[in-house]
């Protein structure tokens, strides 16, 4: 149907490059793209594929840092390249807005929401400052804010995130743009506030006939959104065709290999034989920063063995879980035990060996291994540490551990994090973890920060591992595909509050706290129609729409 | 708006505080004092009796709180602070005069360079890496750098002395009108100018830039507002309060340190007075001046750590 | 206003050379320097080139001085106030000693003084700043809160104080100045520290059960020595005016001893006769903060990775 209305972009060969090492190198090898009036078209590839620096060259910007070197930008008839830098400006925002990922960041914090919504109109003259502010009221309404009459007056830092989000989409719209770039914006948001969002964003669309590009890593909202995709790999375009050819019938070998991603599995393991000793046992804790409780009288097992996925949303308490249980946070009432012995509250009393039993993989690779360290030291440090090793057992031990999470030994053991790709990073915190030789590992969101086809690596690698060490883990985090992939228990947890508990297969069968129902329908999936049928569920009272999201 | 109010009195009462411990810092001076002030004074030939009677005088018999609480009681009640070892005038009376001449110095200082560093600061980061913006900051680093006395000696060399048009020494021994006042403080006030400025303008400048890589810096950007309106409006707001900061340390720099400066010049300020009185050891007049100098410091960062509490929405506005 | 056109002249001309002996300096050493360092170099802006220049210059007089200056310290050569000649160079002071040769012995005094202040104030600053981030409580509240108290009164006001307390020799000089300044090296360390301390890897050491000595040696400190070398080169500059300053009241080094500040003081009469002789030792001290300021700006920017 659209290839019947008029073309409103198009895009050919863009080239575009950016600066790194006193040197230009080209980030976008030559894309084309044409999208018409009211079209939608999604964006997508991993970190590194340009989707992002190819939305801000539709509007005929390049960040600090980057340059167009090459091909041409129309827009409506206006060549982008050519046109003066006041002519592109007169048309951002009046004609192309934008949407960013983070709106807590993105909006200014020293002004309030409607201030900034009527700057654009006032500035491009298109309205006067009282009706920009009318016009704010009823958009809110549109975008389904709370209070739209009074959530203009609130600066940023007192609005939750889902909320910016939409006030965000409202402001793209106040001048009733042709087009709109969304960049990834519900990836920061939580699950059950990302639906709101996508609903919103989509009505809005749809009431206005904007044209967008949206721009996301996630198959499943890009799905929901979009007329058709186009997917990039390093700059380059891998295949563009319409949403419903493109789900059911990839051709090409990287779009199969990004569909297939959520496909490992681990094998169901055996309930665990009662009365066995389990390794870490969380019992009645309750624990907080301040007079504020985290965490209320929270209890579970870990086994010998078994991976325990602990999920929630953002405020949930499952990063604090694991700070009671490392002994950086000592709990006011209840105990951990480890092999049924309680350890000490706080890990300056715990003994070496107790430290050793028990370690931690960290969700940002970056922060977690110190940048002035050769892998050398950040993997031997604790074989020295704890088991004694010295000179070559110690450096065989390291390369032992390399070899372990698939890493060649002499390329690697002499480089600094900073010679490191993402995966590669995890990978040695994984070995440093290991290198302790412990019992326990809990794992913070430790794919959350990596690409699908990256994670889906470290996954099968923890679970290698845990065969080959009998290793207990505890699994934190909010992505229930991952939780789907790897856990053999899962504890779902809400506002401090373990909401329920038990086997994996029990989990994801009905019947389910309401909690868990709301949390479990709304992550996305590849269905076109996931979206609509969701909200119709949701509407007849069904799919959790009873509770609460986090957020909000 | 009452955690403001909060805010702002638990920060006054820190100042007092530190104000009161600083008092302390001052007065224990004349404790740690080699040797016996006042035989030392008198030299060898006095008697024990005259050295007594001076004790007696300057108090010195009376344990060290007695003496303190004293000290600060007379100043609290009746600004008293006490009388000069030098020539026995009440330190009161020399310190009067002097502070009012450097406040003025401040003034005129500040009242030129503080516009014309915020100024110089935004057109440099609006025009960031351009030519300007290079020679703004090449210059900028090369005064900061340059002590007071050589930037004071070239503007000397320049303006005054062989064929000059200012004065090279401030002589107030008439009382100046105002226009009269400021063209004998010209040369001390444009040195003084000189180094501040250079400092809060590359504070400005850095301050703006550490904001421009912002995310709702690209937003508006790419809402199409202009450049200078991205700065004024979107950037400068939120730089406030290290610009403010910036502001009260050169403001209280300019009271306070300008002691070189006034030497130059023969300004005769409380820093003069100050040099002069540790020449000769003079301890209740330094005690008086640094008091004077450090109530003077603390009361204006005080001053910025409020408006910069003010300036931040975050904290003004609660959830 | 022909002089005002000569003036600006000669400030182009010399800036111009500036410029070029940095451009030449920078040449030759990344011709020199080893691959890494040389790489480094190649993002230096010419300012930072001609005050790496000139640091090195500085340090080479300082330390040859006794070889390079025609003649001694304190040897009085010729009649008093001498005018410039072949001889006497840069003319003789009041006591009919050689100008030149005082220049470059007061290199040795003044910047050798101001070094060991600095270092003195860098060791027990960074030291307390370090420590206060690592084990922070009852340890860190003490020594900030003393510090807070420290800096509440004007740096310079306090040396003179203290100066009045302690009576003026170079010692007590060198003590209280380096006491003052490393308050300001304390706030620095301590904050660049805190930063540090928060990284997951500190978590991760702290975990596995370090030690304190293992923590800020192996863990912090290496990832705190951009900043604090940075931070040594400001430092430095500050105490070295603050010395010369000193100096210039009268309060500072004394005579026989040589010192840029105390000459600028000697000969500040002449000025106003249109005489540059007191801006000769002025220009020493300015010459050599404004090049290690050009080095700190240049690596102060490359480490906030600011690209523009």
């Given amino acids: 149907m659209n290839e019947n209305r008029d073309v409103l972009l198009t895009i050919r060969d863009l080239r575009i490059e950016g600066r790194s090492d006193e040197q230009w190198n080209e980030i976008v090898k030559g894309v084309d793209l044409t999208l018409h009036k009211g079209e939608v078209l999604g964006l997508i590839g991993e970190s590194g594929a340009g989707k992002s620096t190819i939305g801000l060259a539709a509007m005929g910007f390049a960040r600090d840092g980057c340059r167009i070197s090459g091909g041409t930008i129309d827009f409506d008839g206006i060549d982008l390249r050519k046109a003066s830098e006041a002519k592109r400006r007169n ?122 590009i949206y721009i996301t890593h996630d198959l499943a909202v890009v799905a929901q959104m979009a007329d058709k995709i186009k997917v990039l790999l390093k700059g ?113 009393n715990r003994s070496k060996e107790q430290l050793r039993q028990a370690q931690m993989i960290y969700q940002m690779a970056d922060t977690a291994l110190n940048p002035k360290q050769r892998l050398r030291e950040l993997i031997g440090r604790p074989a020295q540490m704890y088991l004694g090793l010295r000179g070559k057992a110690l450096n065989e031990r390291v390369r032992e551990l390399l070899r372990l999470i698939e890493l060649e030994p002499d390329d690697f053991i002499d480089r600094l994090p900073s010679e490191l790709s ?96 709301l949390l479990l329908s709304s992550v996305p999936e590849m269905d076109p129609d996931w979206l609509d049928k969701l909200l119709e569920e949701r509407a007849a009272g069904g799919a959790g729409a009873s509770v609460e999201g986090a957020g909000n | 708006m009452s955690h403001i109010l909060k805010m702002i009195a638990q920060r006054l009462a820190l100042g007092l505080v530190t104000l009161f411990v600083v008092s302390l810092i001052i007065a224990l001076g004349t404790e740690l004092l080699p040797g016996d002030f006042a035989q030392e004074r008198l030299g060898q030939s006095a008697t024990p009796e005259t050295v007594a009677a001076l004790r007696a005088q300057l ?203 006034e030497v130059v010049f023969v300004y005769p300020g409380l820093g003069q007075l100050m040099v002069d009185s540790v020449r000769v050891r003079d301890m209740p007049v330094v005690q008086g001046v640094a008091l004077i100098f450090a109530a003077a410091y603390v009361l204006l960062n005080l001053t910025a750590d409020v408006l910069a509490t003010l300036s931040n929405p975050r904290l003004v506005h609660k959830r | ?89 840069l003319g003789t002071d009041n006591l009919g000693r050689d100008l030149l040769s005082r220049l470059i012995y007061a290199a040795r005094n003044t910047v050798g003084i101001a070094f060991v202040t600095t270092a003195l104030a860098f060791i027990v600053g960074s030291v307390l700043g370090l420590l206060a981030a690592t084990i922070g409580g009852w340890f860190d509240q003490i020594v900030s809160r003393a510090v807070d108290v420290l800096m509440a009164i004007p740096a310079l006001i306090f040396v003179l104080l203290l100066l009045t307390i302690v009576g003026q020799s170079i010692i007590n000089m060198i003590l209280v100045i380096a006491l003052i300044d490393s308050t300001r090296v304390y706030r620095l360390a301590r904050a660049v520290a805190m930063n540090i301390v928060v990284m997951d890897y500190v978590e991760a050491a702290r975990l596995r059960g370090e030690g304190l000595w293992r923590l800020i040696t192996r863990e912090i400190l290496p990832n705190a020595m951009a900043p604090l070398v940075a931070e040594f080169g400001l430092r430095f500059c500050f105490v070295f005016l603050t010395i010369s300053a000193l100096s210039f009241l009268g309060l500072g080094i004394q005579p026989p001893l040589a010192d840029w500040g105390q000459m600028v003081k000697e000969f500040s009469g002449l000025i106003t006769f249109g005489i540059i002789t007191p801006l000769l030792p002025a220009g020493c001290i300015a010459l050599l903060t404004v090049s290690v300021n050009f080095v700190v700006d240049w690596q102060l920017h490359r480490a906030s990775g600011l690209k523009e």
């Fill in chain 1, 422 to 517: 993402g995966g590669q990073k995890q990978r040695i915190g994984i070995a440093r973890a290991l290198a302790a030789e412990p019992q326990f590992i809990i794992c913070d969101e430790v794919t959350s920060a990596l690409d699908q086809l990256v994670a889906e690596g470290i996954l099968k690698l923890l679970d290698k591992l845990q065969d080959e060490f009998d290793l207990a883990y505890m699994f934190i985090t909010h992505d229930l595909a991952t939780v789907k992939s790897i856990a053999d228990e899962v504890v779902v947890m809400k506002e401090g509050i373990v909401v329920e508990q038990g086997p994996k297969s029990e989990m994801f069968q009905p019947p389910h706290d309401p909690y868990t129902e």
């Fill in chain 1, 236 to 348: 380059e375009e891998v295949e563009e065709a319409d949403t419903r050819t493109m789900l059911n019938a990839p051709t090409q070998d990287y779009t199969k290999s990004l569909w297939a991603v959520r496909s490992h599995t681990r094998p169901e393991q055996p309930p665990v034989a009662p009365g066995t000793t389990p390794v870490v046992a969380v019992r009645n804790v309750t624990a907080g920063y301040g007079t504020l409780d985290v965490l209320k009288n929270i209890s579970f097992d870990i086994h010998a063995r078994r991976t325990v996925a602990v999920v929630g949303e953002s405020g949930s308490g499952k990063s604090t879980t694991a700070r009671v249980i490392t002994g950086l946070l000592p709990p006011r009432e209840g105990e951990v035990l480890f092999n049924g012995t309680a350890l000490p509250p706080d890990y300056r």
């Fill in chain 3, 1 to 89: 206003m022909l002089g005002f056109l000569t003036g600006l002249f000669w400030v182009a001309v010399v800036v111009i050379a500036a410029l070029a002996a940095g451009w030449v300096f920078r040449t030759a050493a990344i011709a020199v320097a080893p691959k890494k360092v040389a790489k480094a170099l190649r993002t230096a802006p010419l300012t930072a080139s001609f005050g790496m220049l000139m640091i090195l210059v500085y340090i080479v007089v300082a330390i040859f001085a006794p070889l390079i200056a025609p003649f001694g310290e304190t040897e009085v050569v010729s009649v008093r106030n001498a005018a410039w000649d072949d001889q006497f160079l």
């Fill in chain 2, 59 to 261: 108090g010195l018999d009376q344990p060290f709180h007695i003496r303190y609480l004293t000290w600060l009681r007379d100043i609290v009640t009746s600004g008293d602070f006490g009388v000069s070892l030098a020539n026995g005038n009440p330190v009161t009376e020399q310190i009067s005069e002097r502070l009012r001449y450097t406040l003025w110095l401040a003034f005129y200082a500040a009242a030129i360079s503080v516009p014309l560093s915020l100024t110089l600061g935004i057109l440099a980061a609006l025009f960031r890496n351009s030519f300007f913006d290079r020679f703004a900051n090449a210059s900028a680093l090369t005064s900061i750098s340059f002590p007071e006395f050589f930037v004071a000696y070239i503007l000397i060399f320049l303006l005054a002395g062989a064929g000059g048009v200012f004065p090279s020494m401030v002589n107030f021994r008439t009382d100046p009108t105002f226009s009269e006042y400021l063209y004998r403080a010209f040369l001390p006030a444009i040195t003084l100018t000189l180094v501040v400025t250079a400092h809060m303008m590359r504070m400005t400048r850095a301050a703006i830039i550490n904001l421009l890589a912002s995310p709702y810096i690209e937003m508006a950007r790419l809402k199409g507002i202009k450049p200078m309106r991205v700065v004024l409006r979107h950037a400068l707001p939120n730089a406030l309060a290290p610009i403010i900061n910036v502001i009260a340390l050169n403001l209280a720099y300019l009271i306070t340190g300008v002691v070189v400066v």
């Fill in chain 1, 91 to 212: 048309l951002r925002g009046k004609r192309i807005a934008y949407v960013a990922q983070s709106a807590a960041a993105s909006f200014n914090p020293a002004h309030r929401l409607i201030d900034q919504y009527a700057e654009g109109p006032v500035q491009h003259g298109v309205m006067s400052r009282g009706e920009a502010n009318r016009d704010a009221t009823e958009l809110y309404r549109r975008m389904q804010l709370p209070n739209p009459d009074e959530i203009g007056f609130r600066y940023p830092h007192q609005v939750s995130g889902g909320q910016l989000q939409r006030a965000m989409t409202a402001m793209a719209m106040s001048c009733r743009p042709d087009l709109i770039i969304f960049d990834e914006p519900t990836t920061a948001l939580d699950v059950t506030t990302q639906i709101e969002v996508l609903s919103a964003i989509r009505d809005i669309v749809e009431q206005f006939d904007t044209a967008a």
